[in-house]
């Protein structure tokens, strides 16, 4: 059974900080891994999705990266800004045919002005 | 606008009751999901669809049920088995590949009173 655990479950920065968020999962036989930000009582928006084949997928200032060998993804912030806090979840779609994916518990992220 | 609508945005359902959330999306994608967030929590599957008049069982399918009679829909009913319905609910799409973005609704959060 896939496990997806994000490390750490919180996190403070200040502005203007790069920072890293972790996520490991335990089966590496994935089809691809998303990122995603949640902002308090809303849904998810898609931040990057990296393919099994690939090895990072870059967005303006956002920077993923998957090893899958190791069952790891970082997603790295530049420059970090006030409007980045959120909860940032990543969810890897199973080796099925089904698209299900599993979810981490999230890292919520706090920039301070 | 294309999207994902859901709605109420918030529901009180007294003990024993069932309710119906509302899941449309006009994005043409062949696939739907449901999920739940419990506070603090990631996402766990509840129902998928793959495509109309059929879907599967994910992860935490006891005590709901749901619906594919249109492309467009897939309503989400919370039952009186459901034992601990308090949550808040996300449906979500993505085309047919299992290797796409998938595309969240606002949610709706479901109280028991």
């Known amino acids: 059974k896939q496990e997806v655990t994000q490390i750490p479950a919180a996190l403070s920065v200040p502005e203007g900080e790069n920072l890293v968020l972790n996520c490991s999962f335990t089966d590496s036989a994935i089809y691809n891994l998303q990122w995603f930000r949640q902002d308090p009582g809303k849904g998810l928006t898609s931040l990057l999705l990296i393919q099994s084949s690939q090895r990072e997928q870059t967005s303006g200032r956002l920077n993923a990266s998957l090893d899958k060998s190791s069952g790891r993804s970082t997603l790295y912030i530049a420059a970090s800004q006030p409007g980045d806090s959120a909860t940032y979840l990543c969810?890897?779609?199973?080796?099925?045919?089904?698209?299900?994916?599993?979810f981490g518990d999230g890292t919520t992220l706090t920039v301070k002005p | 606008d294309g999207g994902i609508t859901q709605s109420p945005k918030y529901l009180f359902r007294k003990e024993g009751q069932n309710v119906t959330l509302s899941c449309e999306q006009n994005?043409?994608?062949?696939?739907m999901y449901w999920y739940r967030q419990d506070p603090g929590q990631g996402l766990r599957l509840i129902y998928y669809s793959q495509i109309v008049n059929d879907f599967q069982k994910g992860d935490i399918a006891e005590g709901y049920s749901v619906s594919r009679e249109k492309k467009e829909s897939f309503p989400l009913t919370v039952t009186s088995a459901q034992k601990n319905p308090t949550a808040f609910y996300l449906c979500?799409?993505?085309?047919?590949?299992?290797?796409?973005?998938?595309?969240f609704g606002p949610g709706t959060r479901l109280t028991v009173l």
């Open positions: 969810a890897v779609v199973r080796g099925t045919n089904a698209g299900k994916s599993t």
């Open positions: 994005l043409n994608h062949d696939a």
């Open positions: 979500a799409s993505r085309t047919s590949g299992r290797s796409d973005t998938q595309y």
